[in-house]
């Protein structure tokens, strides 16, 4: 059983920036695609990013050069580096495993292990 527990969210000011981070249990983590989603209260879940086992990365055109996904395989981590932030960023942030390792899904069902999220709140 794979388990992803993120860390890193919180309030910030609108302009402000934070690292959002995704660690992942078993020994398995570099064979896999990553991802990071959102959803906001009312609204379904949003792809952001995803990068694959050859760190090849894709982006949402509503994050694109504002977000930053990266990973580290020796600590079994993703990340999510996000700066300008805007208050319509609000929303709780997942990372999920992708169901394969050069996928560069943007759609929820391709990713099988989700974790339980982190809230991130931009004020104006």
């Known amino acids: 059983q794979v388990q992803l527990v993120e860390s890193g969210g919180g309030l910030v000011q609108a302009g402000g920036s934070l690292r959002l981070s995704c660690a992942a249990s078993?020994?398995?983590?570099?064979?896999?695609?990553m991802g990071w989603f959102r959803q906001a209260p009312g609204k379904e879940r949003e792809f952001l990013a995803v990068?694959?086992?050859?760190?090849?990365?894709d982006y949402a055109d509503s994050v694109k050069g504002r977000f930053t996904i990266s990973r580290d395989n020796a600590k079994n981590t993703v990340y999510l580096q996000m700066n300008s932030l805007k208050p319509e960023d609000t929303a709780v942030y997942y990372c999920?495993?992708?169901?394969?390792?050069?996928?560069?899904?943007?759609?929820?069902?391709?990713?099988?292990?989700w974790g339980q999220g982190t809230q991130v709140t931009v004020s104006s």
């Open positions: 990068i694959n086992t050859i760190s090849r990365t």
């Open positions: 078993g020994r398995t983590f570099s064979e896999y695609a």
């Open positions: 999920a495993r992708g169901r394969v390792p050069y996928g560069l899904g943007s759609v929820a069902n391709e990713y099988d292990y």
